[in-house]
């Protein structure tokens, strides 16, 4: 039991290094070719983040344990909602007006609709792996074509201008140490599951879609305490659309994915629920302030409490 509590650390270690590392060279390598700073974020920076989830749910799926790859995604989506958007309103509170996420939220809930459709007809297999990819290129080319040049400025570390060697090194470092830390978090994971009788649907939606948010979580905190608590609520819109349609549509392409019927019952539709969540805040212009933060937090504790 040590051991697999010490493979889950450093394969939550090893995500965290890798996401960052595979950013800071993604980024530094597409402005060296001259790649504008908004294409930037709304692709190398967007897929920059995810790559942990991606990683893990294709190494679960090529394991067998799909019910991990289902949970770590639908599990990602809540934390992200309620743990990230909480743990940062608890630093500095949200101010939601005078930033304009409407559209994006409805992508959101339109991407967590297609998901609870595509589950409830079955197994998520290449069919319905290429569907949410063509969904995906729908939201990229609307983002492409929509967002304004100030948009540039709401991405961090894009002027980095680094050298080449260590662009090199940093994108050789992040490949490396995500696919290994992918494969220590799931075996410790796993292990620790039939360990104490728990489902990997609950160690995927828990352990695993916590430990893979942390980037999204390291980078939200630091922004509050930056003053740009703002940037959050983008972040979390766009991971929760990317996690979806780019995540589970890669994976499904590695294996078929099995829906476990207590994700079905319960686990999507809190994952639909905490995303309408966010519709007052974003339509009204409400401040997410810190007693909303703390209830956020609580209400992730209930859940995981409700799962266990």
Avoid at 177 to 183: F, K, R, Y
Avoid at 223 to 247: E, H, K, P, Q, T
Avoid at 249 to 257: E, K, N, Q, R, Y
Wanted: hydrophobic letters at 60%; a neutral charge; zero cysteines.
């Amino acid at each position: 039991m040590i051991v697999d509590v010490l493979l889950v650390l450093g394969g939550l270690a090893l995500l965290v290094l890798g996401g960052d590392l595979l950013v800071k060279g993604a980024v530094n390598l597409s402005l060296r070719l001259g790649i504008t700073p908004l294409v930037v974020g709304l692709t190398v920076v967007a897929f920059g983040t995810s790559a942990p989830e991606l990683i893990v749910s294709m190494s679960a799926a090529l394991r067998g344990a799909t019910a991990i790859a289902m949970g770590n995604v639908v599990g990602s989506n809540i934390a992200n909602v309620l743990v990230i958007l909480g743990a940062t309103a608890l630093v500095s509170g949200i101010v939601t007006r005078g930033h304009d996420l409407r559209e994006s939220w409805a992508m959101m809930i339109a991407a967590s609709l297609l998901l609870i459709a595509l589950a409830l007809m079955g197994p998520i297999g290449r069919l319905q792996g290429v569907v949410l990819l063509a969904a995906l290129a729908l939201v990229l080319w609307r983002q492409l074509t929509t967002a304004s040049i100030d948009d540039a400025d709401e991405i961090e570390g894009v002027a980095l201008g680094a050298r080449w060697l260590r662009i090199v090194l940093w994108l050789l470092g992040g490949l490396i140490a995500l696919p290994v830390g992918a494969n220590l978090l799931v075996a410790g994971a796993t292990d620790i599951a039939l360990a104490f009788g728990i489902s990997e649907a609950v160690i995927g939606l828990t352990l695993v879609a916590i430990g893979t948010s942390l980037p999204e979580m390291a980078a939200s905190v630091a922004s509050a305490m930056r003053g740009r608590a703002d940037m959050a609520l983008g972040n979390v819109v766009g991971s929760n659309i990317f996690n979806i349609l780019a995540i589970l549509g890669l994976t499904s392409l590695v294996a078929p994915l099995p829906i476990p019927p207590e994700i079905l019952r319960l686990d999507l539709w809190v994952m639909l629920a905490t995303s309408l969540l966010l519709a007052p805040f974003l339509f009204r212009g409400v401040t997410i302030s810190r007693a909303v933060g703390a209830a956020f937090i609580l209400a992730y504790g209930a859940y995981v409490w409700v799962l266990l």
